[in-house]
């Protein structure tokens, strides 16, 4: 591991200030269960680690004008615990299928949603791309668990986030400080991740010194989701593949419906003609299916990754039978 400062700020506004130093070559610390993984390989090298539990304002879920606002920092099991999130099915899903009352204590929610890739090329230091004298060595190597969706350019990798497919089908929006001390802007969590075409890039639009500071949850009434997560084992590990769906019906047909893939693409996939397909339809285990299968039409799998296909097609389907009570018997 390479020397670094560290600093632990009390405001957003201090935060912002020590992230913007050093031309913004800093990283944000959360609970550190990964971060800390990155800095001893030396797969990120930043000149000042800034310690973000130490702003009392990023931590906590309250009431918003119309939904309820979580901090950036707020442990995975206390979003768990806390009744105004009772509503939020999927993301409470997400949480539950983290096998690890460790990571569930020290793992934050926003140090989920900025995870950087866990494809292995990039965790040996090949870079997020793992380009090697201008060939993919993902294309041509070990791909079973890479992109089926959206791996047309060089990015083969899938977003590790387990949080984002969750939040994103329930219409979350996310709070980004930085890099000035007052500068704060709030968009849509589907447009907070980005498909790289340089390593430059990243996987996120976070500009050098700026960070999340809250998730923004509108209303969830009278919507009905949830995440299904297809795993390999019970025991701590990342989906195969995962499907949040969030539903709104009215009068036995499908009004309104976010269905998103996590871990299938480079980015958390929203899958946009599955919705379409079951809007003005009953939900039922026949429309959930074509549905499913609508989510995968274009999936595009590399060698060893055909399987995932399949996989997510069902997990489409599950998290849509999930999401409104038709799962047990529809296995
Ligand atoms: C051994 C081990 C196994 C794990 N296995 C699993 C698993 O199987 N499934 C699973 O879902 N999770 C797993 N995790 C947990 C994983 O690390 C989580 O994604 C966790 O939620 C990360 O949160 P953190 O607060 O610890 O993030 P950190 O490690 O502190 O940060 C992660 C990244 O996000 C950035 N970051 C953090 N917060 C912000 C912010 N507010 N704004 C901008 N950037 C930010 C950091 O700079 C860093 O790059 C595992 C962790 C460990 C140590």
Redesign the pocket.
């Known amino acids: 591991m390479r020397p670094f400062e560290y600093a632990s700020p009390e405001t957003e506004a201090e935060a912002a200030d020590l992230l913007a130093d050093h031309d913004g070559n800093t990283?944000?610390?959360?609970?550190?269960?990964?971060?800390l993984t990155?800095l001893k390989r030396d797969l990120v090298t930043p000149q000042r680690v800034v310690d973000?539990k130490t702003v009392p304002s990023l931590v906590g879920v309250t009431p918003d004008i119309d939904g309820v606002r979580i901090g950036?920092l707020t442990p995975?099991d206390e979003l768990q615990q806390n009744p105004l999130l009772a509503g939020y099915q999927s993301l409470l899903d997400a949480i539950d299928g983290?096998r690890s009352v460790q990571?569930q204590s020290?793992?934050?929610v926003?140090?989920?949603l900025?995870?950087?890739p866990n494809c292995w090329y990039f965790r040996s230091g090949h870079g997020l791309l793992a380009m090697e004298n201008g060939e993919s060595l993902v294309e041509t190597g070990e791909n079973r668990y890479h992109a089926i969706l959206g791996n047309h350019g060089p990015a083969k990798f899938v977003s590790a986030s387990?949080f984002a497919p969750g939040l994103i089908s329930l219409g979350a929006r996310v709070r980004i400080a930085g890099p000035g001390a007052d500068d704060a802007e709030t968009i849509p969590l589907e447009y907070f991740y980005i498909t790289p075409r340089t390593e430059r890039q990243g996987v996120t639009i976070?500009r050098p010194g700026q960070?999340?500071t809250h998730i923004l949850l509108p209303s969830a009434a009278g919507i009905q989701s949830a995440t299904y997560d297809v795993l390999a084992s019970e025991g701590?590990?990342?989906p195969l593949v995962s499907a949040a769906a969030g539903v709104q019906v009215e009068g036995g047909l499908v009004r309104d419906c976010r269905i998103v893939l996590g871990h299938a693409a480079p980015v958390p996939w929203i899958a946009h003609e599955a919705a379409r397909l079951l809007t003005g339809r009953p939900l039922n285990e026949e429309t959930a299916a074509a549905a499913g299968a609508a989510a995968v039409a274009a999936a595009t799998p590399l060698s060893r990754n055909g399987y995932k296909v399949q996989m997510a097609a069902v997990a489409v389907k599950r998290a849509l039978l999930k999401a409104t009570g038709q799962l047990e018997g529809g296995l």
């Open positions: 990283a944000v610390l959360a609970g550190g269960t990964d971060l990155l973000l950036a995975l983290i990571i020290m793992g934050t926003g140090g989920d900025c995870h950087l387990r976070l960070f999340i701590l590990d990342w």
